[in-house]
């Protein structure tokens, strides 16, 4: 999603953009954790959209795996 410019004359406006930060934050925090369990993750992949989203989904389901089963510390990481 593209934030709105920085001209932003109306609330909606700023509402919006504000809510597209704090997606994009969420997102990039996901993606942090991942890498720091997942260190696969740090290399590029040169394959189809489909198959990393596949790739990213199963590394979601490990991970909640993992929490359940309490193999993951969230602050110490394996």
Request: hydrophobic fraction near 40%.
């Amino acid at each position: 999603m593209i934030p709105c410019k920085e001209e932003e004359h109306n609330i909606l406006e700023r509402l919006y953009n504000k809510k597209t930060q704090e997606g994009k934050v969420l997102v990039d925090n996901v993606f942090g954790i991942l890498k720091k369990t997942f260190h696969e993750l740090h290399e590029k992949f040169d394959v189809h959209v489909a198959i990393v989203l596949d790739l990213v989904t199963c590394c979601c389901i490990l991970h909640s795996m993992f929490l359940g089963c309490n193999y993951i510390d969230m602050y110490n990481i394996l």
